[in-house]
């Protein structure tokens, strides 16, 4: 099965900040990424799909690149709605993973 | 409006069973392949298991192979996971999600979730 890693486990950030988060695959998965942010209490929202194409609705402030084994989220601008937790999933065998997860907290 | 609304859900012993369903509403259910995923209180997101459009193609966590079944209905719009030999770390929320169309290969629709508590 392929694993998923993300790094960090958290951030702290002030509004106006870069974030960059980074995922890693155990084993190359082409472009078959996805990023999800997830809130307390609420079910995840996909961000980006194809590890660069951004999902409708979802503000150009967030970004995706990557391929093969190495992808990174970047939030060029943080706002105050983007505090949450920030999950990377690899859709390129059908046994789906997740990465563990990263908070972006309020510094 | 594309919705998911999960059931089912409570409290069961170790050992026991629970049937969780989705109810799909908004879109044409027959034409997405469906998965469940779970999350346990403070922890991050697992997937469960994935449903192809027409059922031809199931897969499962190897956590939960051989103890949970995912069916559906395409006539009812509606999506289930049987679960069957409990443990305790079976306890999360989950979640029904739709898989996006071919080139998306992401969850982009999920419903608000239904929790699973595993105790005696």
Do not use: H
């Amino acid at each position: 099965d392929i694993q998923m890693t993300q790094s960090p486990s958290s951030v702290s950030a002030s509004v106006g900040d870069r974030v960059t988060i980074t995922c890693r695959a155990s084993q190359g998965i082409s472009s078959w990424l996805a990023w999800y942010q997830q809130k307390p209490g609420k079910a995840p929202k996909l961000l980006i799909y194809a590890a660069s194409s951004l999902q409708s609705g979802v503000p150009s402030r967030f970004s995706g690149s990557g391929s093969g084994t190495d992808f990174t989220l970047t939030i060029s601008s943080l706002q105050p709605e983007d505090f949450a937790t920030y999950y990377c999933q690899q859709a390129n065998s059908f046994l789906f993973t997740f990465g563990p997860g990263t908070k972006v907290d309020i510094k | 409006e594309v919705q998911l609304v999960e059931s089912g859900g409570g409290l069961v012993k170790p050992g026991g069973s629970l049937r969780l369903s989705c109810a799909a509403s908004g879109f044409t259910f027959s034409s997405y392949s469906m998965n469940w995923v779970r999350q346990a209180p403070g922890k991050g997101l697992e997937w469960v298991s994935s449903i192809s459009s027409s059922s031809s193609y199931i897969y499962y966590a190897d956590s939960v192979k051989g103890r949970f079944t995912i069916s559906r209905d395409n006539a009812k719009n509606s999506l289930y996971l049987q679960m069957n030999s409990l443990r305790a770390e079976d306890t999360a929320v989950y979640y029904c999600a739709r898989e996006g169309p071919v080139m998306v290969r992401g969850f982009d629709y999920w419903g608000q979730g239904t929790l699973v508590t595993v105790s005696s």
